[in-house]
């Protein structure tokens, strides 16, 4: 996994996520989750191509379960964009890069 992208746990979410001056990508995830794991290297790349753009923070639904219900997290992967502390897309389900691109740079425009 890349350098660039962090783990944050529920404790953390708000510092690290909502107040983050940067636009963050949340990815929603589980060791068990096929389809997280496929979109796993995506993500390393993305992490790379918006580096100082948009940050990419990943957390575990199985070891934190207070903010995946707070965002009604019901299916594994989904991803967040949060800008400015709110919700600005969000995907469930494995996609291409290609969508995953053009997800992040119609939240981050």
């Known amino acids: 996994m890349s350098e660039l992208i962090s783990h944050v746990s529920d404790d953390q979410f708000e510092t690290q ?42 957390i575990n639904v199985d070891h934190n379960q207070k903010t995946p219900r707070t965002y009604n997290v019901r299916g594994i992967p989904t991803l967040m964009i949060f800008k400015d502390g709110k919700v600005q897309a969000t995907q469930i389900g494995a996609v291409s890069k290609s969508a995953l691109a053009n997800m992040i740079d119609k939240a981050i425009a």
């Open 17 to 58: 996520v909502l107040n983050s001056s940067e636009p963050v990508l949340v990815d929603f995830w589980a060791e068990w989750c096929g389809p997280c794991k496929m979109i796993a290297p995506m993500l390393d790349d993305l992490a790379g191509t918006y580096e100082g753009k948009l940050k990419i923070a990943k």
